[in-house]
């Protein structure tokens, strides 16, 4: 079992950065790849990146790539998700998930492990 709570999230003006933090709990949070995902209010949740378990390996969208970079501290049970050149569009809530298992390769509906969200705003 695996509890996740998220933090970062916040106002910054379009061009900006943020760094978005997710924390773990329990046993064996390095033997768990995690994903961010967000969602817009009246839209579907997307699936952004994820990383493996050990932290070598990293997926991403292709419209997120070039700006947003997911690592974690397996020492300090935190996963990260670096955001820059923020744009409007990005505004949206922010989720970590987790699953077990060192893979990030798996389908954005096989995560079991979700955190609370955390919110972040672009102004233009």
């Known amino acids: 079992q695996v509890s996740l709570v998220e933090s970062g999230g916040g106002l910054v003006q379009a061009g900006g950065s943020l760094r978005l933090s997710c924390v773990g709990s329990g046993r064996y949070f390095e033997n768990h790849a995690v994903a961010w995902f967000r969602q817009a209010p009246g839209m579907a949740r997307e699936y952004l990146a994820s990383?493996?378990?050990?932290?070598?390996?990293?997926w991403y969208k292709d419209y997120v790539k070039d700006r947003f970079t997911a690592s974690r501290v397996n020492a300090k049970k935190t996963v990260y998700l670096q955001m820059n050149n923020l744009k409007p569009e990005d505004t949206a809530v922010y989720y970590c998930?987790?699953?077990?298992?060192?893979?990030?390769?798996?389908?954005?509906?096989?995560?079991?492990?979700w955190g609370q969200g955390t919110q972040v705003t672009v102004s233009s």
């Open positions: 998930a987790a699953s077990y298992g060192n893979s990030q390769l798996r389908p954005s509906d096989a995560w079991d492990y």
């Open positions: 990383i493996s378990g050990t932290g070598t390996d990293t």
